[in-house]
C-alpha cells in the first residue's frame, strides 16, 4: 500500500495565509475528497503536493520518503500525476498523439498495456480524432489516460466534474472507482459536493486553509461545523 501525506503544510502569498498547518494522509486503494467552497485552498494544496508550488513550512512524504524538495518531474516520475480543472490536453494533435507524448515522458512503449488503458476508457473508436474536436467528456477520459499510462500511485484530479453532462459525471464516478480498486489512490476536489461524496471514502473539509472537518461522508453529514460552513443544515446524500 503507498502512502501520500503532508504535516504541517502552510503556505502564504505575501503576508497572506493561503494554507496554515495542514495534516492530511492519502491511502493507494480508495477515493478521498479534499472539499470546500471557492478559495478555501483546495487547488493552492493540490499545487504544494505535487510541486507546482514551494511550501513555506511543512513536510510532504511519499511512501516514507520526503519529497517535499523534489521538483513537480520528479514527484512525477515517483507517481504522482494531476489533471487540472483546465483543459490540459494537447490541442495540435490527435487523441492518439496525446497519449503518445505522454508515454514519450517515461520512455514506455505503446504496449498491451497501454492498449487496456485505451478500451477501458472507450478510446478506441477516437483515437484519429484530433483533440480538438472532443467533447468535454472525452477530453477528460483523453486526460485521464494520458495519466494512466504513466503508471501513477495516486491520481489529483481537481474539479473532475466540473462542465460535463450528468450522464458523464456518472461515468467519471465509476471510472474512479475502477482505478480505486486497481490500486491507484484518487483524491478529488469538486464544487459539487453531493456527485463528490457519493464515491469519497474519506473527506478532509477545508475552510480558509485550515481542515475544519475531516472523516467518512456519514461522519462529515454529522458534524456540526460541516454543515456551519459548507455543507448546510438541509444537506442529505
Do not use: C
Amino acid at each position: 500500500m503507498s502512502k501520500l501525506e503532508a504535516t504541517g503544510l502552510t503556505k502564504r502569498f505575501g503576508r497572506r495565509p493561503v494554507i496554515v498547518n495542514l495534516d492530511i494522509s492519502f491511502q493507494s486503494g480508495k477515493i478521498f475528497g479534499l472539499l470546500g467552497p471557492n478559495g478555501a485552498g483546495k487547488t493552492t494544496t493540490f499545487y504544494l503536493l505535487v510541486g507546482f508550488l514551494p511550501a513555506n513550512r511543512g513536510k510532504i512524504y511519499l511512501d516514507g520518503n520526503r519529497i517535499d524538495h523534489l521538483p513537480f518531474f520528479r514527484r512525477a516520475r515517483l507517481g504522482i500525476q494531476y489533471l487540472p480543472q483546465e483543459p490540459s490536453i494537447f490541442s495540435h494533435t490527435t487523441v492518439r498523439g496525446n497519449i503518445r507524448l505522454a508515454l514519450a515522458g517515461t520512455r514506455r512503449r505503446w504496449d498491451g498495456r497501454v492498449e487496456g488503458i485505451v478500451d477501458e476508457l472507450g478510446l478506441r473508436a477516437l483515437l484519429r480524432r484530433p483533440a480538438l474536436a472532443l467533447s468535454a467528456g472525452e477530453r477528460r477520459r483523453v486526460e485521464i489516460a494520458r495519466a494512466l499510462v504513466t503508471s501513477p500511485k495516486f491520481l489529483l484530479l481537481d474539479e473532475p466534474f466540473t462542465g460535463v453532462d450528468p450522464l458523464t459525471i456518472a461515468e467519471l464516478q465509476s471510472l474512479l472507482g475502477d482505478l480505486s480498486r486497481r490500486g491507484i489512490g484518487v483524491v478529488i476536489t469538486d464544487h459539487n459536493v453531493r456527485d463528490a461524496l457519493k464515491i469519497t471514502a474519506y473527506a478532509y473539509l477545508i475552510h480558509e486553509g485550515r481542515i475544519i472537518a475531516q472523516g467518512t461522508p456519514e461522519e462529515l453529514l454529522e458534524d456540526p461545523l460541516a454543515r456551519r460552513y459548507y455543507l448546510g443544515e438541509d444537506f442529505s446524500l
